[in-house]
């Protein structure tokens, strides 16, 4: 289907670091720079260990992401079913000898970070689609053994995933495999299908929800119901957020924060506290900052000439934009609390990790934006 080129193949040092997307990594930056102080306030103004661990694992990400983009985007091509299958293989080991907390058994202790490889998995799948469609002949692509396939690489790290349990990374990693497929040329009329379907079958899945998942539900439609136990957070981050006011109280002056009336402050509530400190303008800049990322990761994905290219910064740039939508209609009391983290934003290296992960294989696409893939 394409023609093999050697333009951009061979780029030295300094046309790669020409070529990088300085206004996406200068927003990278800004919203790693948001984090770490945020992260700081977290814990009451000090360097303690939750700051530390962030800043390090910042640090040592950003650098790794650099080292990403300078590898050919063909080098991801031909590595994505590797690491698609290699995480399949992770999901299966967390699940025999993997860490429990809390009765999940989601992670592996690898001593510099205790990995989570369901998060991993959010850039895996992505990676394994934009490949399969690549490939796809396009007579072919909605035969039912194409869908089947597609559907088979979404939904088995989906079940590996669910019995950890962990719902809400599970519904990440349908989303963004679904788009991939939309975007793979899918007929609209099939997701339409699927939707009603998932409608009608909503009360028989709900069954099968582990408790403390339907109390989630439960909480979401009426907190007020036990503002003491399971609606606490969610109430508690209103409350944060609506005291932030226009301008906010200032950076380290958070009082529910400093009160500990926010259990979750440094993780999928980081938001709240950042709300609190910076109130509403603070909020609108750092979504701006967030549209910015989105919108520059789309338009890289507009002139790269190969399909994987183009499939993976679509899939990625919707992966980003669904995080930020199901964390903040979390902590705002519009969705159920599902543990979603804030991309960059909430404390957690596995999270940091794949998204860091997926902005240096955009950068990748950008500096080699010209090559093409057969």
């Given at each position: 289907?394409f023609?093999y080129?050697?333009?951009?193949s061979?780029?030295?040092?300094?046309?790669?670091l020409k070529?990088?997307?300085?206004?996406l990594?200068?927003?990278?930056?800004l919203?790693?720079i948001?984090?770490?102080?945020?992260?700081?306030?977290?814990?009451?103004g000090?360097?303690?260990y939750h700051?530390k661990?962030?800043?390090?694992?910042?640090?040592?990400?950003?650098i790794?992401?650099?080292?990403?983009?300078?590898?050919?985007?063909k080098?991801?091509?031909?590595?994505?079913?590797?690491?698609?299958?290699?995480?399949i293989?992770?999901?299966?080991?967390?699940s025999?000898?993997?860490?429990?907390?809390?009765?999940?058994?989601r992670?592996?202790?690898?001593?510099?970070?205790?990995l989570?490889?369901?998060e991993?998995?959010?850039?895996a799948v992505?990676?394994?689609?934009?490949?399969?469609?690549?490939r796809?002949?396009?007579?072919?692509?909605?035969s039912?053994?194409?869908?089947f396939?597609?559907?088979?690489?979404i939904?088995?790290?989906?079940?590996?995933?669910?019995?950890?349990?962990d719902?809400?990374?599970?519904i990440?990693i349908?989303?963004?495999?679904?788009?991939?497929?939309?975007l793979?040329?899918?007929?609209?009329?099939?997701?339409?299908?699927?939707?009603?379907?998932?409608?009608?079958?909503?009360?028989?899945?709900?069954?099968?929800?582990?408790?403390?998942?339907?109390?989630?539900?439960l909480?979401?439609l009426n907190?007020?119901?036990?503002?003491?136990?399971a609606?606490y957070?969610?109430?508690?981050?209103k409350?944060?957020?609506?005291?932030?006011g226009?301008f906010?109280?200032?950076?380290?002056?958070?009082?529910?924060?400093?009160l500990?009336?926010?259990?979750?402050?440094h993780?999928?509530?980081?938001?709240?506290?950042?709300?609190e400190?910076?109130?509403?303008?603070?909020?609108?800049?750092?979504?701006?900052?967030?549209?910015?990322?989105?919108?520059r990761?789309v338009?890289?994905?507009?002139?790269?000439?190969s399909?994987?290219?183009?499939l993976?910064?679509?899939?990625f740039?919707?992966?980003?934009?669904?995080?930020?939508?199901?964390n903040?209609?979390?902590?705002?009391?519009?969705?159920p609390?599902?543990?979603?983290?804030?991309p960059i934003?909430?404390?957690?290296?596995?999270?940091?990790?794949?998204?860091?992960?997926?902005?240096?294989?955009?950068?990748?696409?950008?500096?080699?934006?010209n090559?093409?893939?057969?």
């Amino acid at each position: 289907m394409f023609q093999y080129t050697r333009i951009n193949s061979d780029l030295n040092f300094f046309q790669k670091l020409k070529n990088l997307d300085y206004v996406l990594l200068v927003c990278i930056i800004l919203l790693s720079i948001t984090s770490a102080l945020v992260m700081y306030s977290t814990d009451g103004g000090e360097f303690l260990y939750h700051t530390k661990s962030h800043a390090t694992k910042l640090l040592v990400f950003f650098i790794m992401m650099l080292m990403i983009s300078f590898f050919n985007i063909k080098f991801w091509h031909h590595l994505s079913y590797f690491f698609y299958f290699t995480t399949i293989l992770l999901l299966i080991y967390v699940s025999i000898f993997g860490i429990k907390v809390s009765g999940s058994q989601r992670w592996i202790d690898l001593y510099y970070i205790v990995l989570q490889p369901s998060e991993l998995m959010k850039i895996a799948v992505i990676l394994c689609l934009a490949k399969y469609y690549h490939r796809v002949n396009v007579e072919k692509i909605n035969s039912f053994i194409s869908i089947f396939l597609a559907l088979t690489l979404i939904f088995t790290p989906v079940i590996l995933v669910l019995a950890q349990p962990d719902l809400g990374t599970s519904i990440l990693i349908v989303s963004s495999g679904l788009i991939i497929l939309w975007l793979g040329g899918v007929k609209i009329k099939y997701f339409f299908v699927s939707f009603v379907t998932f409608l009608i079958s909503l009360p028989f899945v709900i069954s099968f929800l582990q408790p403390y998942q339907k109390l989630r539900i439960l909480t979401f439609l009426n907190p007020d119901r036990d503002p003491l136990g399971a609606g606490y957070q969610i109430i508690q981050s209103k409350i944060a957020i609506g005291s932030g006011g226009f301008f906010g109280k200032g950076f380290l002056q958070g009082t529910q924060s400093y009160l500990d009336f926010l259990p979750e402050k440094h993780t999928d509530f980081i938001f709240t506290l950042f709300s609190e400190e910076f109130g509403f303008i603070g909020s609108i800049l750092l979504l701006f900052l967030y549209t910015i990322i989105i919108i520059r990761i789309v338009s890289i994905g507009t002139f790269v000439k190969s399909i994987f290219a183009k499939l993976f910064c679509f899939g990625f740039a919707f992966a980003i934009f669904v995080y930020i939508t199901v964390n903040l209609s979390m902590v705002l009391g519009l969705l159920p609390i599902v543990g979603s983290p804030l991309p960059i934003m909430s404390y957690g290296g596995s999270s940091m990790l794949a998204t860091m992960i997926g902005f240096g294989i955009v950068m990748s696409a950008k500096i080699h934006s010209n090559q093409t893939i057969i």
